[in-house]
């Protein structure tokens, strides 16, 4: 199906099967009150007949949604999120900021639609944001701002709905929380919930990239969750231990639109297709060294991180250029073992560097990105 196909490529996976999206609430009988004893006499052609005061039905309490009840949260509450989200055209926004300062760690705003997905990213502090636009025919490419133009990438990597949704974020904010009994926060429909938390249920579970690696010591939030089974609105303060550091953030998520969101594929994609870079990528014959060479497209920017992966080590070599690699010049990428840090990769330009250094052994993988993003990324280099 091809909506799934491009949600596919958008987001993780979700845990087998379908998650039913309604129930988990009993629903309130219609009450209607007896009516009112009416005027038997026949009124005459010109007079007004007489009606019976009457009282309006009151309206069934909807169900909650699977992962809410009356006493709160369900565990399960974030995966009927995704499968939610993964079944319809959506619009959503996040933010993260660092409390001491208030300064921005991640901005970024997705608006998915049935074929296509287009988003902006602030994911460094320098520079301007990053558009990223998805679909079935182009795959993923992007954009960003440099100096008075663009660089220019695709990226081959299948991007995940958890990105959008904002999975390693929301997701352990949810199972961190020790959640109240949720309250209407709505008289119309759909009907929308809130639930509040000033405690933590499971500390182990850290929110950020790779979560689970630190301890929540303080969280404090607001959650909306909406009828039809998705996480409306989520602000949350939090404080972190992580790597022996205390982090304060507060973090806010919101999604709209669902199933009403649609995209159109911006101007610049084309230029994207034609200006990303296409690599020629090969080993040298005593395998020390990785030859990458731009053939055609933008030049890899300042700031960029080149990795080498070794299937064979399970270690990925990395080198965060200080300066451009151009197109048609050959560079000699190669490892650097310190006796007390960890093994790093080296950038030569042009020339192969005279020396031995250790060889890469077994089936290669080399990429560059810029922050998340890829600029290509090429497989089974031997």
């Given amino acids: 199906m091809r909506r799934r196909s491009v949600l596919a490529t958008l987001g993780a996976t979700f ?29 005459s052609p010109t007079a ?51 409390r001491e300062d208030s300064s921005l760690k991640w901005q970024r705003r997705y608006r998915v639609g049935s074929t296509s997905a287009v988003g902006r990213a602030q994911v460094r502090a320098e520079g301007g944001p990053v558009d ?52 209407r926060a709505n008289d119309s429909r759909p009907a929308v919930w809130e639930v509040t938390t000033d405690t933590v249920s499971e500390p182990n579970v850290a929110p950020g990239k790779g ?35 205390t982090q304060r953030y507060t973090s806010r998520f919101a999604v709209s639109g669902l199933g009403s969101t649609t995209v159109s594929e ?11 870079p296409r690599v020629a990528v090969d080993s040298t014959d005593d395998d020390r060294f990785v030859t990458l060479t731009i053939e055609e497209g933008n030049r890899l920017e300042p700031g960029t991180v080149v990795s080498v992966y070794s299937t064979v080590d399970e270690f990925s ?13 050959t560079t000699y990428l190669s490892q650097i073992r310190g006796a007390e840090s960890s093994p790093t990769l080296q950038a030569d330009r042009e020339e192969r560097p005279i ?28």
């Fill in 266 to 276: 911006p101007s610049w994609v084309q230029t994207a297709l034609d200006r990303r």
């Fill in 48 to 98: 007004s007949p007489t009606e019976s005061p009457t009282d309006s039905p009151t309206p069934a309490e909807p169900p909650m949604p699977s992962g809410l009840t009356e006493n709160g949260v369900r565990p399960f509450l974030y995966s009927v999120h995704q499968s939610t989200l993964n079944a319809a055209s959506f619009e959503a926004e996040w933010s993260k900021l660092r």
């Fill in 211 to 245: 979560y689970g690696s630190g301890t929540i010591r303080s969280l404090s939030g607001t959650m909306r969750i909406d009828q039809r089974g998705f996480v409306r609105s989520l602000v949350a303060n939090y404080e972190l231990d992580a790597r022996g550091e």
């Fill in 132 to 183: 990223v636009y998805r679909s079935l025919d182009t795959g993923t490419v992007w954009r960003e701002p440099v100096g008075s133009g663009y660089t220019y990438g695709r990226d081959d990597t299948e991007p995940k709905l958890s990105e959008a949704a904002w999975a390693s974020e929301v997701e352990p904010l949810i199972r961190a929380g020790s959640w109240s009994e949720p309250t």
């Fill in 317 to 329: 070599y990395d080198v965060k250029i200080d300066r451009a690699i151009e197109p048609g010049t």
């Fill in 15 to 43: 845990a087998g099967g379908c998650l039913r999206l309604t129930g988990g609430g009993d629903e309130t009988a219609t009450r209607t009150r007896t009516r009112g004893a009416t005027d038997t006499t026949t009124p």
């Fill in 355 to 382: 020396g031995e250094p250790p060889t890469f052994d077994g089936t290669l993988i080399v990429e560059a990105r810029r922050a998340a993003l890829k600029y290509f990324r090429v497989d089974g280099i031997r």
